[in-house]
């Protein structure tokens, strides 16, 4: 089964840009879609971005405008450029295969991002 690493977390302050990398064990070209997810300390984990295989991309209106999903060259990574990023974008980010809004693999081990002054 696919696995899933998140990386690129960290502490930005308010106003800043992070990008993260999902990479996968194997291909994610079989999945429709490769969605980011993110869990705010004490909340639930909702759904950022999605971008199906052929890079149609769609946003929650939270971020719209600031994130950016994208699939990279090699058919195993998906990324996530975050600019002007809020408070409220503190959390933890995860990706995953998605389809009918159903996360398809286990779920990695995610990535924190603070952003704080």
């Known amino acids: 089964q696919v696995q899933l690493v998140e990386s690129g977390g960290g502490l930005v302050q308010p106003g800043g840009s992070l990008r993260l990398s999902c990479a996968a064990s194997g291909s994610i070209d079989t999945f429709y879609a490769m969605a980011w997810y993110r869990q705010p300390p004490g909340k639930e984990r909702d759904l950022v971005a999605t971008?199906?295989?052929?890079?149609?991309?769609n946003y929650a209106d939270s971020v719209k405008g600031r994130f950016t999903i994208s699939r990279g060259n090699a058919k195993n990574t998906v990324y996530l450029q975050m600019n002007s990023l809020k408070p409220e974008d503190t959390a933890v980010y995860y990706c995953?295969?998605?389809?009918?809004?159903?996360?398809?693999?286990?779920w990695g081990q995610g990535t924190q991002i603070t952003v704080s002054s």
């Open positions: 971008i199906t295989r052929g890079g149609r991309t």
């Open positions: 995953n295969a998605e389809f009918g809004g159903r996360r398809l693999l286990p």
